[in-house]
């Protein structure tokens, strides 16, 4: 048994993922905030990436945007980390041979790396096009991915919940 | 009803639903995106109306309901399907009964909050307080329609 079977073993039987295993309630309830929490996700980001993209809110600043939609998407995003953390330690082992999930973790990694290149560089720039200006083209391409990667996130969700019955 | 149902179950179109196996969780994933886009939409009118001043109020509006009707299309759509594939787990559930009640409360209360800011705009920069409680209501009937979709747990656990 290689050591990442050993850990998931171990997450397996700590007291937290024995309590989600045996209560159906739970489990559904969890996954029932969970997908809440992931289409809050999606939405409040797409009304970001759709204004980088230039599609819709051309004439509301970006910066005025970000800091209205970023305080719920990051808590959205919490709660889904939460609940997606208990979820997951229901089947881990289970989970980990999904390919759905492993997918939907590489898009997420995508996620991740395209809004920490948007926000430490791109976003520095804002000033300039903040608004009545076009978005220059690399705003416009970190929109255009987060908004793929994100579609991709909850299909991928879907799918992993298909694979696993 | 359950003659409906039964009706519905054995029809082709259902049948078809059922037969492509990869229809339901597509439906399924569209159904959560448009969910995303409602929920969003609604967040947006409603921080407009919960004080932020990032666009004037009536812009926001007028520039979010379409989106918002679109999102709503979609749900009714892929929804439709969702029964279409599985009428008998969806139509005679009294949990899914309970949804389609929050969404009809939902969607008044939606053409409410924007009709009661069209009202205000262009001239008004705030909302008002009961702008700001309908637009609270709105997004609370919203999330409570969402749940209640994955009501079976509910009723599991109530009985």
């Known amino acids: ?38 289409a809050l996700v999606f939405g409040m980001i797409t009304v970001v990436d759709l204004r980088l993209i230039g599609v819709a809110g051309r004439r509301c600043a970006v910066s005025a945007l970000c800091r209205e939609a970023l305080p719920w998407t990051w808590s959205a995003f919490g709660v889904s980390v939460i609940t997606g953390v208990l979820l997951f330690t229901a089947q881990p082992v289970k989970y980990w041979a999904n390919d759905a999930f492993r997918l939907k973790f590489a898009v997420m990694a995508l996620a991740g790396i395209n809004m920490l290149v948007f ?47 | 009803m359950i003659a409906f149902v039964q009706w519905l179950q054995g029809s082709p179109w259902s049948l078809a639903v059922r037969q492509i196996s990869w229809l339901i969780p597509l439906m399924q ?5 448009a969910n995303g886009l409602v929920l969003s939409a609604i967040i947006m009118i409603g921080l407009r109306a919960w004080g932020s001043r990032a666009e004037p109020l009536g812009e926001r509006v007028r520039r979010l309901m379409p989106w918002l009707w679109a999102a709503m299309g979609m749900l009714t759509a892929t929804g439709l399907v969702l029964i279409l594939g599985t009428p008998r787990r969806t139509l005679l559930d009294k949990t899914f009964q309970v949804k389609m009640l929050i969404m009809a409360l939902a969607l008044v209360a939606t053409v409410a909050l924007a009709a009661m800011l069209r009202r205000r705009a262009p001239d008004s920069v705030s909302a008002g307080q009961v702008g700001g409680a309908l637009a609270a209501a709105t997004l609370l009937l919203w ?6 979709g994955r009501g079976r747990w509910i009723a599991n656990f109530i009985g």
């Open chain 1, 119 to 165: 926000q430490l560089i791109t976003y520095r720039g804002v000033a300039r096009w903040d608004r009545d200006t076009a978005v220059p083209w690399a705003g416009k391409l970190a929109g255009a991915i987060s908004l793929v990667c994100w579609i991709a996130i909850v299909a991928y969700g879907r799918w992993t919940a298909y694979l696993m019955m």
């Open chain 2, 143 to 148: 999330l409570s329609a969402t749940f209640a």
């Open chain 2, 29 to 33: 994933t569209l159904h959560i995106l």
């Open chain 1, 1 to 38: 048994m290689d050591s990442i079977t050993a850990i998931l073993k171990w997450v397996e039987h700590t007291p937290v993922a024995v309590f989600v295993q045996h209560s159906s309630f739970s489990f559904s309830a969890l996954l029932s905030v969970h997908i809440v929490a992931v």
